[in-house]
């Protein structure tokens, strides 16, 4: 029997560039993102990753790019990833979910939206949920469900920085503070080894030259480091064909 979930975790980019970012940080930063799927809209702090099958994440990769790292999942566990807790739109948790929003929404002040959140953003429990379907930027109709995504959120010291209120999608583009609330994140980057990485996957063999060279010009990563990470480099066009 095909197995449902992997002992990888995933994510996936557009850009070649991202990867070696992460590889040159050492690291995950949770930045802010926009939750789709509900009726108002809400950044999260976060870091985001599908439990996929490696023989499924063909469709993971025609969503969010040919680039991706796939992470062991004990690596996920020791730093306190969580699967979330999908829901549907009109079942009980939903309209409770649903019903919590709005009722923040419609406080006149910024400390009364955050009582209403309080209880629930102390334990993050709203970060955690998604619905089970909805709008993906330019998908509609897109099933959240089928990314079984497990997520980093950092523990910031200040509740009220777990959660921001945006009016629509060109307001969260355009924002100045962005930059600012990443900062805030930064410290709290989701750290790995070379020894928790399992996968290295780029578009073609062209890319996979430079990414190996660009992993030799790292220095935080010694020769035997550097060796084991280039030797997790696969193409795109190889998974499609084996697959």
């Known amino acids: ?13 557009k850009e070649l560039e991202t990867l070696e970012k992460i590889l040159s940080s050492q690291g995950f930063w949770p930045k802010y993102c926009l939750e789709y799927g509900w009726n108002k809209l809400f950044a999260v702090p976060e870091c985001c990753f599908c439990d996929t099958p490696f023989s499924a994440i ?9 680039y991706g790292i796939g992470m062991s999942k004990q690596w996920g566990i020791q730093k306190g990833l969580s699967p979330l807790m999908y829901h ?22 910024e400390e009364a939206i955050y009582r209403q959140w309080v209880l629930m953003k102390k334990y993050q429990a ?9 709008k993906l930027k330019q998908l509609r109709n897109y099933l959240y469900y089928d990314e079984r995504e497990w997520r980093y959120i950092p523990d910031l010291p200040n509740y009220k920085d777990l959660l921001r209120f945006v009016k629509n999608q060109s ?10 609330w ?14 928790d990485v399992k ?45």
Not at 1 to 13: D, G, N, P, R, V
Not at 58 to 66: L, R, S
């Open 1 to 13: 029997m095909a197995a449902i979930s992997a002992q990888t975790l995933f994510q996936f980019a």
């Open 58 to 66: 063909h469709h993971h990769m025609k969503v969010y790019g040919n």
């Open 88 to 109: 549907l739109k009109e079942s009980y948790m939903g309209k409770t979910l649903k019903k919590l929003l709005q009722n923040a929404k419609k406080q006149k002040s």
């Open 126 to 134: 709203v970060n955690y949920h998604k619905d089970e379907g909805g």
């Open 171 to 180: 307001e969260f583009d355009s924002l100045k503070e962005r930059k600012g």
């Open 182 to 195: 990443d900062n805030l994140t930064k410290p709290f980057m989701c750290t790995f080894t070379a020894c």
């Open 199 to 243: 996968y290295l996957i780029v578009k073609d063999d062209s890319d996979r030259i430079q990414l190996a060279s660009s992993i030799d010009k790292m220095s935080h990563w010694n020769n035997d480091d550097k060796e084991l990470l280039k030797s997790k480099i696969i193409t795109c066009e190889l998974i499609n064909n084996d697959l």
